[in-house]
């Protein structure tokens, strides 16, 4: 099996060919940094526009990379949503044509399902049910991945993403943008014991998430002088690491047959946050996995991947199916939080 996947619902554009088999034949990526960092995040208008330039020849680059033709894949997956509903559009609306000139089934992906199923295209072994903590820029998830489709929202955050976190501490420290690594990068030359601050909802009974109490208290911080910007990235990274172990720990007691502990999304990118998790899966007697880091971040591989999952299972979509700014991975998530998906 062969599939072309797209991506493009926040700041990069993507494109992929990946077997069934698990091969990565071709990916060609470009991402959008120095476009967006005059601005200090991503900006939608300037994000659709750079999809639109990008997108075709990195898809011709991939497929003349793979050595293939668009006949000779088995179907085109393409991002459908959550994400900025221009980039989004845009991705789907390709994807879209060239299924119809090619005479390809189209796949529409759901960008939090690339993420949930990328752990299955870098280790054959990683069998359901898991359980998967999602941390990207715009969500922060304990699911329960129990088969293509079918995902069980554990928790959620009640306001801020994890990633979302880290770019604004960086914005407050002057540390520039994309936030993450720069963050990671500041907090190995500072103290995390330095700079006292908050581990919101940690103990409590429900295994949610909240972040934006630790932003304020990193802008205050901040603002007080007191300490160097470093110590601040350290005590942050290290506050994120704990909230996120204590709640993964409690989803943990909840996870009925879980075979691993698995992350997935940009933080997961994160050494520090990588072996923390990886510590709570060994004292938990469970297996550790994480993509490799590419694979974290946002790619077209893992939506090549997602639509292989899909396709293989009979999943394919019409060709008038919509972009969806907001597509909870839960069917039951609207209705459990209105806010957080
Ligand atoms: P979503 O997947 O929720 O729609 P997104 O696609 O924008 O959001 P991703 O590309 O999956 O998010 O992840 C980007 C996020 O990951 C950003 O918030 C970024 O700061 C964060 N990130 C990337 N690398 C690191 C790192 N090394 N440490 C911490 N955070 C990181
Ligand atoms: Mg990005
Ligand atoms: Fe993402």
Redesign the pocket.
């Known amino acids: 099996m062969l599939i072309l996947g797209l991506e493009s619902?926040?700041?990069?554009t993507a494109a992929a060919l990946v077997t069934g088999d698990r091969r990565i034949l071709a990916h060609r990526l470009a991402g959008q940094e120095a476009q967006h960092r005059p601005f200090g995040g991503v900006v939608p208008e300037i994000a659709a526009r750079a999809h639109v330039e990008a997108l075709m020849p990195l898809i011709e680059g991939a497929l003349s990379d793979a050595g293939v033709n668009l006949r000779e894949v088995d179907a085109i997956a393409a991002t459908a949503g959550?994400?900025l509903i221009g980039g989004v559009m845009v991705g789907l609306v390709t994807g879209k044509a060239l299924a119809h000139a090619a005479g390809k089934p189209l796949v529409a992906v759901n960008?939090?399902e690339g993420?949930a199923l990328s752990p299955r295209l870098s280790d054959p072994d990683l069998a359901f049910p898991y359980l998967l903590l999602l941390v990207?820029?715009?969500?922060c998830q304990l699911l329960l991945v129990e088969g293509v489709g079918a995902y069980r929202r554990l928790a959620t955050t009640i306001d801020d993403?994890?990633?979302?976190a880290?770019?604004k501490t960086?914005k407050l420290l002057g540390l520039g943008f994309?936030?993450?690594?720069a963050?990671?990068r500041a907090a190995l030359a500072g103290n995390a014991d330095a700079v006292p601050l908050p581990r919101p909802l940690k103990g409590s009974a429900e295994p949610h998430f909240s972040f934006a109490g630790l932003k304020s208290a990193v802008s205050r911080a901040a603002d007080s002088g007191q300490w160097r910007a470093e110590d601040i990235a350290a005590s942050f990274q290290q506050a994120v690491i704990d909230c996120l172990l204590d709640r993964t720990a409690r989803a943990l007691e909840r996870a009925d047959g879980a075979t691993a502990l698995v992350v997935a999304?940009?933080?997961a990118?994160?050494?520090a946050?990588r072996g923390a998790l990886e510590r709570l899966a060994t004292a938990n007697g469970l297996r550790f996995v994480a993509p490799p880091l590419w694979l974290?971040?946002?790619n077209a591989a893992m939506i090549g991947w997602a639509g292989v999952e899909r396709f293989a299972a009979g999943l394919t979509d019409p060709l008038d199916i919509a972009a969806r700014p907001r597509w909870p991975l839960d069917p039951d998530a609207e209705t459990v939080r209105g806010a957080g998906v």
């Open positions: 619902s926040c700041d990069e959550p994400g960008h939090l993420h990207s820029g715009g969500h993403a994890a990633g979302e880290f770019d960086a994309p936030g993450g690594p963050v990671e999304g940009g933080v990118a994160n050494q946050v974290c971040t946002d």
